[in-house]
């Protein structure tokens, strides 16, 4: 059945057509409504070394060189970044934070990069929140930065690393306001349409076959040559 046929079909069944259309309108609507909205807020985090350096000297009376931790950038920051993305990216970590799978908040850590082979790129750190509420999103946030910091105290406490060398994370961005994000909702409202909008068009044809069917049905069998023809052979 080609483009003309198919309209001549919803035209002249337009009493079903149009109910249909209707129909698969507000199943897009009630979906639409159904589907719940997602706040994202998002941070970033930087690892720096402090004023004094990765090292402590053996003679502690002496004066050290004060550096620009914002200068002295190494391949150390960027590995420690990466273990706490690591470390905070698992599910005991989420359950811990209140937010265990299922949950309707959850969270991605990322050094900005969502490909697993480019994670050792710089000493950032990305948290990106994600509730079903604005103030979810943000608390969330806030948590795993503050877990970001305590994971990295005690990483580097457990290797018994000076005290005066500590890494420390500053917030580079704080959690930005919330953000609806409403691309799920757009696209599971546009399936259910385009399923409904099937299904209407569906049901047209099959009350047209139903009505061809009754049509043929209901020809009186004189409008056949063969029936007329069947007294002429009786003797």
Same mark, same amino acid.
Not at 85 to 96: V, W
Not at 140 to 158: D, F, G, P, S, Y
């Given at each position: 059945? *080609?483009?003309? !046929?198919?309209?001549?079909?919803?035209?002249?069944?337009?009493?079903?057509?149009?109910?249909?259309?209707?129909?698969?309108?507000?199943?897009?609507?009630?979906?639409?409504?159904? @589907?719940?909205?997602?706040?994202?807020?998002?941070? @970033?985090?930087?690892?720096?070394?402090?004023?004094?350096?990765?090292?402590?000297?053996?003679?502690?009376?002496?004066?050290? *060189? !004060?550096?620009?931790?914002?200068?002295?950038? *190494?391949?150390?920051?960027?590995?420690?970044?990466?273990?706490?993305?690591?470390?905070?990216?698992?599910?005991?970590?989420?359950?811990?934070?209140?937010?265990?799978?299922?949950? *309707?908040?959850?969270?991605?850590?990322?050094?900005?990069?969502?490909?697993?082979?480019?994670?050792?790129?710089?000493?950032?750190?990305?948290? !990106?929140?994600?509730?079903?509420?604005?103030?979810?999103?943000?608390?969330?946030?806030?948590?795993?930065?503050?877990?970001?910091?305590?994971?990295?105290?005690?990483?580097?406490?457990?290797?018994?690393?000076?005290?005066?060398?500590?890494?420390?994370?500053?917030?580079?961005?704080?959690?930005?306001?919330?953000?609806?994000?409403?691309?799920?909702?757009?696209?599971?409202?546009?399936?259910?349409?385009?399923?409904?909008?099937?299904?209407?068009?569906?049901?047209?044809?099959?009350?047209?076959?139903?009505?061809?069917?009754?049509?043929?049905?209901?020809?009186?069998?004189?409008?056949?040559?063969?029936?007329?023809?069947?007294?002429?052979? !009786?003797?």
């Amino acid at each position: 059945m *080609d483009f003309w !046929q198919t309209i001549l079909v919803v035209f002249r069944r337009w009493y079903v057509a149009l109910p249909a259309f209707l129909l698969s309108i507000l199943a897009a609507v009630g979906v639409y409504s159904s @589907v719940s909205r997602t706040y994202v807020s998002t941070s @970033v985090l930087v690892l720096t070394l402090p004023t004094t350096g990765s090292s402590q000297p053996a003679e502690t009376n002496k004066p050290r *060189d !004060q550096i620009n931790p914002l200068l002295n950038f *190494d391949k150390g920051l960027s590995t420690s970044a990466t273990i706490l993305i690591q470390a905070i990216s698992t599910p005991e970590t989420a359950a811990e934070l209140g937010v265990p799978a299922g949950s *309707d908040t959850w969270f991605e850590v990322t050094n900005g990069s969502s490909n697993p082979e480019l994670l050792i790129t710089g000493p950032f750190i990305f948290i !990106q929140g994600n509730s079903g509420t604005a103030a979810g999103a943000v608390d969330i946030v806030r948590k795993v930065e503050e877990r970001a910091r305590v994971e990295l105290t005690n990483r580097q406490r457990e290797v018994q690393a000076p005290s005066s060398t500590y890494i420390t994370a500053v917030e580079v961005v704080a959690p930005t306001a919330p953000e609806a994000k409403g691309g799920s909702r757009i696209r599971s409202a546009g399936a259910a349409f385009a399923l409904a909008l099937f299904l209407s068009l569906a049901a047209t044809f099959a009350f047209e076959s139903v009505m061809q069917v009754r049509g043929r049905r209901a020809k009186p069998k004189s409008d056949h040559p063969e029936a007329a023809l069947e007294p002429s052979l !009786q003797p």
